[in-house]
């Protein structure tokens, strides 16, 4: 979108060293700390894992708690929204700007989607009667596996959020005229970054959900 | 080490070794807490793997240094004509990098060696199955068998020493004997600490949901060997170097002896600790003191904590259906304290049934000053009562226990010395001399607390002061 | 600036203006603005510098403070708490807002004129971590006027210190303020760092090869690798104690279920590789200063370089050595203790090859030489008791006592002040024109290599005598005084050279009497050398294409074939970006947005319960979002010059 000013002076991208775009290796750069980011939320819900185990002294079994189906559901429309996003890449390389729309508009509905599945989920934890999930409590008692749930998955989710708002600009972008293969690159950034985030979802899908909470 | 004199630069270079011989050169190494004094077989250990990477170092130093001057010496540039000369431009020698890489593994490896050897002398006591350890520490068998466990506790600011082997609780200072092994377990109730005893054994922390463990065992020989004005050492006798702390031979060779703030203490069973890990405003003021005790001593130690925490032993009222032997406690009403005040009374003589205390028969006495009975008093209105344990075990106490009070050497979690004194200034305002002390400041304390309100009410304070250093 | 050159037929050097809001300032403008809105990673370089500097004589003035309180037994300068705040404070202040942004000046200044690039890859995204870099300045600073004063939890803040159940001030807001500004300069150090990494891998001349990088250059990728790989560990470890402190949540609170090693092994991942980000930077300087004053190329640039990446690779391996005496157990340890040793190995490398390149050459020992030297003989101090503590036996000694406190201001100021402050004396002469008054200079070294060692040496020995760390107080008859005063008296000789030094790096500028520097005062070695003094705002008027290693050098003495060439000057002369507000505006938002996140919580008088107001946070971040949206309307733009040939 940082071309969008198209403008007297001509904007090739410069030669690079490496022949890779600038705004390509900022966005891999980017993905690698991110990594770490995602790493040490990881570790820190892995590393409470056995904590979870228990409330109040009782053992008992934390998934209890999740829909695996509508996790398993949402999980799948994330995975298809990248499906999209590769379409969308691909129909801009191709100047194919009618497709590039729908594709951008299919990733950024199964993103919402996504999104939806996640608070109608938190939402449901917090309230469920008898099984309150609190960020500080379970069932009423001082607990650390909300802590760790919310914060890992929230901030998940705002990475998907900030990738549908991306996407949402770029929608709205294609409609002013000015999108052409020249802004393929950008929108690969883009493509990267969502894709980097349904990985993440895959991760982060055992770990949360199906991984057993034991000592 | 590094003189360098150019023509040109002559006074710009400083002075190195001068500095390090003159702050080498005039320090004693024997203070309270000094971690280069080690008097047991833990912190000696951890000494000598110390003085051996120093060793070590200082080769490193004078090797590396030295090459560094030979270079700057022989290479500089002595004329503005030479500073414009091209030398040839080498790029490297991956011989000599090499071999210097190899040269300092080797270097680590001898520094390697004993360190790992450390780790698992300071984790573990040693088998005491295994002869061959024991034999190579220099360590007697029953000294393991024997070992006593202390339950330390860290609360800001203070310290709870428990001994679960005996069923006793006491604070700040922490009694043990040298001949045999003292486990440590490290807990905390609130933010982190660290146990640190230099002399002895080096430090852990205490991390709060976690058990730590870390333990030492002194060397008598060392504790009865010091170091005086001369340099020389001597030897001093056992009942020197450790008096015994039961009967308050220990706090009157201390206060005897020497000011509390001498530098160098004449008393080798006296070991200065200090929390060593950031835990909140008074951290410096957490400190403790160990001490060093004999066998026999330290079971005299024992014995009159048990007897004096153990509730079946606190004097009981006066039961008119109860004969009492000679030197039986009783508390009965005493009209001459207060309407409804008891005082404790002692038996001169076997008493029968039915002899109510009654001071002209003369066959019971006051057990204690008029003053001790009222500081007695003072202490459970004034509130002091409700965070600190007297004659109890009181684990969950909020402030230090302070049975047998008046055997302490210190006060204030070993931070003063604890006399008459200093005990009216620190009853007076703690706050002056411990800053942000929970004494003070804690919850519940504020301006209308009556500890608030001590230092116009030198009689209360002195009544008080009674009671507490009458407890021994 | 722009000189019209006979070749250009039809230049349009002034570009038209787009936006209405916030227009684009112009090619010429000049003053405030022209600082406010720049885009030159020269320009962004001298700001990073001079508020470093400012921070610097900040966190000076509170370690000052903190000597006085221990000059002697019982001392009141302080009370407790507040030195407890100066403490945290100075240590806070001189990792995240003095060495680490002096180091990125140096990156900003001359990382591109050693590659040969006219800019960073994204210079609007720098100038935006610069402003993130004041704003965490100024909020970490606020804290000083608000509930319970400055944090008071150490620059290390342990849980559970932090927690809101241990604060020792109701309400105390200290530790909040810490959390954000932390945050805020932690996104500085990884937007400067995702830009400096793409600038390096993607922007060098035509001919730099990575392995004809110059050092620094090295060290400045190494670092941002570093920075983008760590930063994330200490992110992520405060949003969770942002919160435990705000929402309740128990990520390390004992009493409910979390556990606070997790804040210590998080911290750690993150401060340790944080140690070599502070001393690297420094070792590229001195790296770049030995060769070009003995006259003689690096010994041994390969193993240099890649001792570099080993340490900063194995830096990530050895986190738990500060945590040694946490009862981790033995396997725990011991393995933590080996790795701990073996990172060493590298380090000395770096020395050996310092003095290999001595070795042979034509040593002369102006101001930057000096410092380097001092940088060497005070690393290695450093170097050495950091080999003492990576034994644990050692370390239950000497942890959180005085020891340790030398051992790491050794590394710090000797080594990484050090190593700085021989970069100003060998590259101001490039930014200002103007040599430095080398009496001066010399006198300031003196000054600080002596306050240095009266400081800190003495602490070698006051922590074996067994002082602890962090204690506004000691107690009579321990026999600290002595060494407390020498170390006392040296920090303020340390103060003083410091001082008369950032005066002479700040009026260097200003000051008419120095004589001018030429292109390359020092007969230096690398590219930027072969620019003008002070350089052009386009740094190259033709792209150099590098044909060696020391391409300056090569150029004055090298053979034919190793002269540097120059690309054709092409028809529409020299692309500048544009001058931008939004990188500012940006800044001012996510300042509303920290500081709307500080102050949302307010407790009602009547009830006693929490009341949340997210409304001047929300501002703040709408703000910080609209920058960033019309930051990319906007695009880059500019104009164009057109130098002379050789005009540069």
Same mark, same amino acid.
């Given at each position: ?215 | ?112 060696? =004993? /360190?790992?050897?450390? %780790?698992?002398?300071?984790? $573990?006591?040693? @088998? ?5 350890? !024991?034999? #190579? &520490? ?38 043990? =004997? /040298?001949?045999?092994? %003292?486990?440590?377990?490290? $807990?905390?109730? @609130? ?5 640190? !005893?230099? #002399? &002895? ?43 015994? %702390? ?227 | ?648």
């Amino acid at each position: 979108m940082s071309e969008a000013s198209a403008h007297a002076i001509d904007h090739h991208e410069p030669v690079t060293s490496t022949g890779i775009p600038n705004k390509k290796v900022l966005m891999w750069a980017f993905l690698g700390s991110d990594c770490m980011f995602f790493g040490t939320l990881i570790s820190t819900h892995l590393i409470y894992r056995k904590i979870s185990a228990t409330v109040g002294g009782n053992f008992l079994d934390i998934r209890d708690i999740f829909d695996i189906e509508l996790t398993s559901f949402s999980t799948f429309i994330l995975l298809a929204s990248s499906l999209f996003m590769a379409l969308a890449v691909s129909a801009i390389h191709k100047g194919n700007l009618n497709s590039t729309r729908w594709m951008l508009f299919g990733t950024i509905v199964f993103g919402a989607i996504f999104l939806a599945c996640q608070v109608y989920e938190f939402t449901h934890f917090v309230h469920a009667p008898g099984n309150e999930l609190t960020l500080s409590s379970y069932r009423g008692e001082p607990h650390v596996f909300g802590s760790t749930f919310y914060v890992l998955t929230g901030t998940h989710g705002t990475h998907v959020a900030i990738g549908v708002f991306w996407l949402i600009g770029w929608l709205i972008y294609s409609f002013t005229g000015k999108m052409s293969t020249a802004d393929a690159m950008d929108i690969e950034c883009c493509g990267l970054y969502w894709h980097f985030v349904d990985i993440v979802w895959i991760l982060i899908f055992p770990v949360v959900y199906l991984m057993e909470y034991a000592f | 080490m590094k003189i360098l004199f150019t023509k040109l630069q002559t006074k710009y270079f400083i002075i190195f070794p001068a500095l390090i011989l003159f702050f080498g050169g005039c320090s004693r190494i024997d203070h309270k807490q000094s971690a280069l004094d080690p008097k047991g077989l833990v912190s000696q250990n951890q000494y000598d793997i110390f003085m051996l990477s120093v060793w070590i170092t200082i080769f490193l130093f004078c090797a590396v240094g030295g090459c560094l001057l030979y270079v700057l010496w022989k290479y500089r540039a002595k004329t503005p004509e030479e500073a414009m000369e091209v030398p040839p431009q080498s790029h490297g020698n991956s011989k000599v990098e090499v071999s210097l890489i190899i040269a300092s593994t080797v270097i680590l490896v001898i520094l390697a060696i =004993p /360190t790992l050897q450390g %780790v698992v002398l300071m984790n $573990r006591v040693p @088998d005491p199955n295994d002869a061959s350890t !024991l034999e #190579k &520490l220099d360590l007697n068998r029953s000294a393991i068998d024997n070992a006593i466990t202390v339950n330390v506790t860290g609360k800001r600011f203070f310290w709870v020493f428990e001994y679960p082997q005996y069923g006793i609780v006491t604070a700040n200072e922490l009694v043990f =004997p /040298t001949s045999r092994a %003292v486990r440590i377990n490290l $807990r905390t109730e @609130d933010v982190i600490h660290s146990f640190w !005893l230099p #002399k &002895l054994a080096g430090k852990m922390d205490l991390m709060p949901g976690q058990e730590n463990f870390l333990w030492f065992i002194a060397d008598q020989d060392k504790i009865i060997t010091r170091t005086d004005d001369n340099g020389n050492k001597i030897k001093t006798s056992i009942d020197e170097a450790m008096p015994s %702390v039961f009967n308050g031979q220990m706090r009157e060779r201390i206060f005897a002896k020497q000011k509390f703030t001498d530098e160098f203490e004449a008393v080798g069973g006296l070991f200065y600790g200090q929390c060593a890990e950031y835990c909140g405003n008074s951290h410096a003021y957490m400190s403790f003191r160990a001490l060093a005790q004999t066998d026999e001593d330290f079971d005299s130690w024992v014995k009159k904590f048990q007897n004096a925490q153990n509730p079946n032993l606190q004097p009981s009222s006066y039961n008119p259906e109860n004969e009492y032997n000679k030197g039986s406690l009783v508390s009965f009403p005493d009209k001459s304290l207060g309407d409804s005040d008891v005082r404790e009374f002692r038996a001169v003589k076997t008493i029968s049934k039915g002899q109510a205390p009654n001071l002209a028969k003369k066959e019971w006495v006051k057990a204690n000053s008029d003053d001790y009975e009222k500081g007695k008093k003072l202490f459970s209105s004034l509130q002091c009562v409700q965070c600190h344990a007297i004659n109890r075990t009181g684990l969950g106490s909020k402030g230090p226990n302070l049975t047998l009070f008046g055997i302490r050497t210190s006060l204030a979690a070993g931070w003063m010395r604890n006399d008459e004194e200093n005990l009216v200034k620190w009853l007076k305002n703690s706050n002056d001399v411990k800053f942000g002390n929970l004494m003070w400041n804690g919850e519940g304390v504020d301006d209308t607390h009556p500890l608030r309100n001590l230092e116009n009410e030198d009689e209360k304070v002195n009544q008080l002061v009674t009671y507490l250093l009458g407890l021994k | 600036m722009a000189t019209e050159s006979l070749k250009y037929l039809n230049p349009d050097s002034e570009t038209e203006v787009k936006t209405k809001v916030f227009p684009r300032p112009g090619q010429n403008t000049k003053g405030i603005i022209n600082w406010l809105t720049t885009i030159d990673h020269k320009k962004i370089g001298i700001m990073y510098g001079m508020a470093a500097l400012f921070f610097l004589i900040l966190g000076g003035l509170e370690a000052l403070l903190i000597r006085s309180q221990l000059w002697n037994h019982n001392m009141d300068v302080l009370t407790n708490r507040e030195y407890n705040q100066m403490f945290t404070m100075h240590g806070t202040t001189m990792v995240f807002l003095v060495i680490m942004p002096l180091s990125a000046a140096f990156f900003n200044f001359i990382m591109p004129l050693q590659i040969g690039a006219r800019d960073v890859a994204f210079p609007r995204m720098n100038t935006l971590s610069l402003w993130c870099f004041i704003a965490g300045g100024i909020v970490l600073n606020l804290s000083w006027f608000f509930t319970g004063g400055s944090p008071a939890i150490g620059w290390f803040g342990y849980a559970p210190l932090t927690d809101t159940r241990f604060a020792e001030v109701l309400g105390d807001m200290g530790p909040d303020f810490w959390i954000f500004s932390l945050q805020i300069l932690g996104l500085a150090s990884l937007l400067a760092s995702f830009n400096f990494i793409t600038t390096i891998i993607n922007m060098r001349a035509p001919g730099m090869t990575m392995m004809r990088l110059p050092v620094f250059t090295w060290m400045t990728l190494i670092v941002s690798f570093l920075i983008i790989l760590a930063f994330p560990a200490i992110t992520i470890a405060l949003v969770e104690l942002m919160f435990d402190r705000t929402y309740g949540t128990n990520f390390y609170d004992f009493l409910e279920g979390g556990k606070p090693h997790l804040w210590q092994h998080l911290f750690w991942i993150f401060g340790h590789p944080e140690v070599y980000i502070l001393i690297l930077p420094a070792m590229g300087i001195v790296s770049e200063i030995i060769p070009v004053f003995s006259r003689k190329p690096l010994f041994g640039y390969g193993l240099i370089i890649f001792s570099g990446a080993i340490i900063g690779f194995m830096g990530f391996a050895v986190w738990s050595h500060h945590m040694f005496t946490t009862g981790m157990g033995i396997v725990a340890t011991s393995a933590f203790s080996i790795l701990t040793m073996l990172i060493a190995i590298p380090t000395g490398v770096k020395i050996f090859n310092w003095i290999g390149t001595m070795w042979g050459g034509r040593i002369r020992f102006e101001t930057p030489m000096l410092f380097a030297l001092g940088f060497i003989t005070m690393f290695m101090v450093g170097g050495f008791t950091g080999i003492m503590h990576s034994s644990v036996p050692i370390d239950a000694q000497h942890q959180d006592s005085y020891f340790v406190v030398a051992h790491f201001h050794y590394v710090l100021i000797g080594g990484a002040l050090f190593g700085l402050f021989a970069g100003f004396y060998f590259w101001l002469p490039k930014l200002t024109g103007k040599m430095l008054n080398e009496k001066l200079g010399k006198f300031v070294f003196t000054l600080m290599f002596i306050g240095f060692n009266l400081t800190f040496f003495p602490m070698h020995y006051l922590g074996m005598i067994g002082q602890p760390r962090r204690t506004h107080s000691y107690n009579e008859g321990h026999g600290f005084e002595t060494w407390n005063q020498i170390a006392t008296i040296g920090a303020f000789i340390l103060g003083v050279g410091i001082v008369i030094g950032v005066y002479q790096f700040v009026t260097a500028a200003f000051n008419k009497k120095l004589k001018p520097a030429g292109k390359n005062p020092w007969d230096a070695r690398t590219l930027e050398w072969t620019l003008s003094s002070p350089v052009k705002e386009y740094n190259f008027a033709r792209t150099p294409i590098i044909k060696a290693r020391d391409q300056a050098w090569e150029n004055n003495y090298g053979p034919e074939e190793n002269h540097s060439q120059k690309e054709p000057l092409d028809d529409h002369g020299v692309h500048m970006p544009d001058r931008s507000w939004y990188p500012l505006i940006t800044g001012l938002g996510f300042l509303g947005l920290v500081l709307g996140m500080l102050f949302h919580q307010s407790v009602d008088v009547n009830t006693g319960e929490i009341i949340r107001n997210y409304t001047p946070a929300i501002a703040g971040g709408v703000v910080a979002i609209l920058g960033i949206i019309m930051w990319a309307i906007e695009g880059p733009a500019g104009y164009h010059l057109f130098p002379k040939e050789d005009e540069e």
